[in-house]
């Protein structure tokens, strides 16, 4: 009974040495900023299970608009055509929409005022 306890804990032990995360600093006051934390593009990753691959986008296509009777036509040099990856949501209420990339522009669909988050993912 002794070994399962120890094969237990060394095992609970080994899993929290990998979830270790710092403090957060507070934020400066007003800015919005940690204090003595210098932002740069520079992401890793590591996993107990193996390598990790973390892909950064530096320009982001997001955003978010207000549908005007049920519709609304983003114009965008970011979207370059049909076979680009775009997810919407409806943050105003369990809608449906409809989101269509094509060559400089996004088009959405869905009901009424709505207000819509979108984002090109490739």
């Known amino acids: 009974m002794m070994r399962a306890e120890v094969a237990a ?15 957060v600093p507070a934020p400066a006051h007003g800015r919005g900023e940690h204090p003595g934390v210098v932002a740069t593009d520079n992401i890793s990753a590591n996993s ?6 973390v892909t950064a986008m ?8 207000q549908l005007a009777q049920g519709v609304a036509t983003l114009k965008d040099g970011c979207f370059s055509g049909d ?6 949501t409806d943050s105003t209420a369990p809608n449906p929409v409809r989101c269509a990339a094509g060559d400089g522009q996004l088009e959405i669909s869905g009901t009424g005022a709505d207000v819509i988050n979108y984002a090109r993912v490739r």
């Not at 804990?9 to 403090?23: N, V």
């Not at 107990?48 to 691959?53: A, E, H, M, R």
């Not at 076979?83 to 919407?88: A, E, F, G, R, Y």
Request: aromatic letters at 6%; one cysteine or more; proline letters at 3%.
């Open 9 to 23: 804990a060394a095992i609970a032990l080994l899993t929290a040495a990998g979830c270790h995360h710092g403090p």
């Open 48 to 53: 107990f299970f193996g390598d990790v691959k």
């Open 58 to 65: 530096s320009a982001a296509c997001a955003g978010r608009v």
């Open 83 to 88: 076979t680009n990856v775009v997810l919407c």
